[in-house]
Nanobody
Framework: QVQLVESGGGLVQPGGSLRLSCAAS????????MGWYRQAPGKQRELVATMTSGGSTNYADSVRGRFAISRDNAKNAVYLQMNSLKLEDTAVYYCVVQGYWGQGTQVTVSS
C-alpha cells in the first residue's frame, strides 16, 4: 500500500505560479515513476508530467516549458512547479505513484 498526501493548490491569477507537493509513504519501490495528472470540469483526466527515479521526464504538450516536475528520492516526494499559469490549467491535480492516486488538490486560475 502507498499513501499520498498532496498540498500546494489554490487560487492564482493568470500568469502566476504555484508549486504542488506530494509526499508518499508506505511500500515505495526504489525504482519507480512519479507523476501528476489533472482533471478539469467536464473533461477527461490527463497526464501532466512524469518523472522516473533516474530523472527522465515526460510532459504534456500543453504544459511543456511552463511546468517543471522534480522529485526527492530520499523523501519519496514529487513536486510540480507551475509557472505562467493559464485559465485552462484550472483543474484538480492528482499525484500518482506506483499506480496509487492521491486525493487531489484544486488549482484555480482566475482573474
Amino acid at each position: 500500500q502507498v499513501q499520498l498526501v498532496e498540498s500546494g493548490g489554490g487560487l492564482v491569477q493568470p500568469g502566476g505560479s504555484l508549486r504542488l507537493s506530494c509526499a508518499a509513504s508506505g511500500r515505495i519501490f526504489r525504482f519507480n515513476t512519479m507523476g501528476w495528472y489533472r482533471q478539469a470540469p467536464g473533461k477527461q483526466r490527463e497526464l501532466v508530467a512524469t518523472m522516473t527515479s533516474g530523472g527522465s521526464t515526460n510532459y504534456a504538450d500543453s504544459v511543456r516549458g511552463r511546468f517543471a516536475i522534480s522529485r526527492d528520492n530520499a523523501k519519496n516526494a514529487v513536486y510540480l512547479q507551475m509557472n505562467s499559469l493559464k485559465l485552462e490549467d484550472t483543474a484538480v491535480y492528482y499525484c500518482v505513484v506506483q499506480g496509487y492516486w492521491g486525493q487531489g488538490t484544486q488549482v484555480t486560475v482566475s482573474s
